[in-house]
């Protein structure tokens, strides 16, 4: 079953990306973080009551519940980091870096997890590697400004903090039964997607947000939702090493749909490279 789950998980993050896109378009990146994981929150503990694991939270023990924070820790990050850069660049240019957090999360496998890679594997990463090179290239039309490039710094530190998210995140959820893990994750994320937001006094925008931004920033919360209840249910029955690169196939709901509901075009180089990284990543299941 951790197969199904895992291309439901890629299907929601896929839908995610458009629909935080839209949403943060008029709305502080932060502040959309901070908003969506309330949602993810509320959703998050449903589940938990829905299945009944709630009465197993005095079970946890102390290992898992410091490798869940810290999971959680991470993937604030990581949603901090990714939002800023759809913020600033087009879905088609960051979701591919982002996702490239495959690579760090397979070598990360080998040497905490000992999941040994196979050869498929190996080429599978170059591939992917070569695909995410050219789909971020920048055409010849666009600007070479460097402001115009800020993007991809943070899409780079989101797939080092994802990939750090999955490794944490299957270590933690070991024995413990996957949505109770991922509301317990969630509670961190929280607490740091509003610490920063406090910090920063974003807060006072909330009154600024108009009534497309809400809806947006809501839709995606319930499919970030989804997406994680998913994820971590292949990651606590498959492992990390296949259930990773799977998820990362949401590269291809994320970009079919900015290509019809965004309009962003897709350039001949970008469509090669994002063959080569679905190739890359089909091979990484073998």
Known sequence: MWLFYAFGSALFAG???ILAKIGIKNTDSNLATALRTIV???FSWLMVFVVGSQHTIGTISAHSLIFLILSGGATGASWLCYFKALQLGN????TPVDKSSTILTILFAFLFLNEIPTMWMA?????LAAGTYLMIQRKESEPSDTGSRSWLFYAAL???????????GKIGIQGIESNLGTAI???VVLIMAWGIVLFQKKHRLIKEIDRQSWIFI????LATGLSWLCYYRAL???????VVPIDKLSIVVAIAFSCIFLKEKLSRKSFAGLLLVVSGTLLMLF
């Open 15 to 17: 839908m995610t990306s």
């Open 40 to 42: 993810v929150l509320f």
């Open 91 to 94: 879905v088609n240019k960051v």
């Open 123 to 127: 080429l599978g990463i170059v591939l």
């Open 158 to 168: 989101s797939a080092v903090f994802a990939a750090l998210t999955s490794i944490l």
């Open 185 to 187: 994750r969630t509670i």
């Open 218 to 221: 809501t839709l995606s919360g």
């Open 236 to 242: 606590q029955e498959g492992k990390a090493s296949l």
